[in-house]
């Protein structure tokens, strides 16, 4: 049996593959010698495709941690290194840059506002290091890597740096440099600080959407509304302009929402349902036209930053955005007693909660207060 074939195979069954894996002897990497060339990172479950051509490694993820997903990956990554291999390395880091967003551009599991972050990420890494775009890709060496990234992190957040790291790594590896060679991966990612949130209170979110109804604007009414429309369904800006009639099933008190973030690979769907709750859906009878068109937006504007600022200034209150409507979504509905993995799927989360633990674990000291006074041990005296 050829390689290729021994690499896809796809009669292996998972839970005997699964228990004849081996961890490699610092115990981070899991074999499976049942199939070739896959291995897992033990830490984070992501699986990865392992290759040794002429003497060099190649290792790359596979952007999954989904056994039978990892297996229908491993086929392409290897043909692609093999291909690769086959060909001379590409003669400067503007060849593999080109070819990366080629790619890019043609990945249909991608978002377009996730292509567009991508490219932006590309537009700030040329402009840090501008000399990086002739240079050869065997060439750049891990201090020169060192040096950009020191003053590149002086620049920009953390989210931004790691970001813009991440894909310095992906085009030198595009460029034919091995996972353990590329010296863009002996830079170490920055430490995200989780964001502190500033939420209003009910009386202050009352208080702010009277604001915004009042000041005399045009859109005055529809801003006010998109604002309720946010908070009261968690959607991300992207989403809730999307969102149509055809999309509201009150019967089923539910709502479809097509979500801004899609993994690749899909076990997520592009879609999600969020219910419909009690003031949603005073909301929505409000809103509902006596002529109702089902391909229709449900919502009449697609952004009130400005309205949201100003009304915010003239309480004396902190800024809040439209992010911050779908954070106060989620406390709300914890503080109401929904289970935090419950929350997680309304907001479109795939990690069974752990994203949403770390966000609104914290909850309001005076909701911390109250709920303390529910614990008994049920003593007797």
Aim: with cysteine; proline share 5%.
């Amino acid at each position: 049996m050829t390689t290729d074939a021994a690499d896809t195979r796809q009669d292996i069954k998972p839970a005997k593959a699964k228990r004849d894996a081996r961890l490699s002897p610092d115990s981070k990497w899991r074999s499976f010698p049942k199939v070739p060339n896959l291995v897992q990172y033990v830490n984070t479950g992501t699986y990865f495709g392992r290759i040794k051509i002429e003497g060099k490694v190649f290792r790359e993820s596979l952007d999954t941690d989904v056994f039978t997903t990892a297996k229908l990956r491993l086929g392409d990554f290897i043909k692609k290194k093999r291909k690769r291999a086959a060909n001379p390395m590409t003669n400067s880091f503007a060849d593999a840059r080109v070819d990366y967003e080629a790619e890019l551009d043609a990945d249909h599991t991608l978002k377009e506002i996730s292509k567009l972050y991508r490219h932006r990420c590309i537009k700030a890494l040329l402009k840090s290091w501008p000399e990086l775009d002739k240079k050869h890709p065997a060439k750049i060496t891990e201090e020169e890597c060192r040096s950009w990234a020191a003053k590149y992190a002086v620049k920009y957040s953390p989210q931004v740096f790691n970001n813009t790291l991440s894909t310095l790594r992906i085009i030198l590896g595009r460029a034919g440099i091995g996972h353990d060679e590329n010296p863009a991966r002996k830079i170490g990612r920055l430490g995200v600080k989780q964001k502190e949130l500033h939420l209003p209170e009910q009386k202050d979110f009352e208080d702010i959407i009277e604001k915004v109804e009042t000041s005399g604007a045009g859109k005055a009414q529809h801003c006010a509304n998109f604002i309720r429309f946010l908070a009261f369904s968690g959607c991300r800006l992207n989403e809730a302009r999307l969102v149509k009639w055809q999309d509201v099933n009150l019967k089923k008190m539910e709502i479809r929402i097509h979500n801004s973030k899609s993994a690749k690979a899909t076990n997520k769907p592009d879609f999600r349902f969020v219910p419909i709750i009690p003031p949603m859906r005073v909301l929505i009878e409000k809103l509902t036209p006596s002529k109702t068109s089902p391909d229709s937006p449900v919502c009449a504007v697609g952004e009130c930053e400005k309205s949201l600022t100003r009304a915010c200034r003239m309480l004396g209150i902190p800024r809040i955005t439209h992010h911050d409507l779908r954070h106060l979504f989620a406390t709300r509905c914890i503080e109401s007693g929904v289970d935090i993995p419950t929350v997680s799927r309304w907001l479109g989360h795939s990690d069974g909660g752990a994203l949403a633990m770390k966000t609104y674990g914290h909850l309001r000291r005076e909701h911390s207060a109250a709920m303390a006074q529910k614990v008994t041990f049920n003593l007797t005296k």
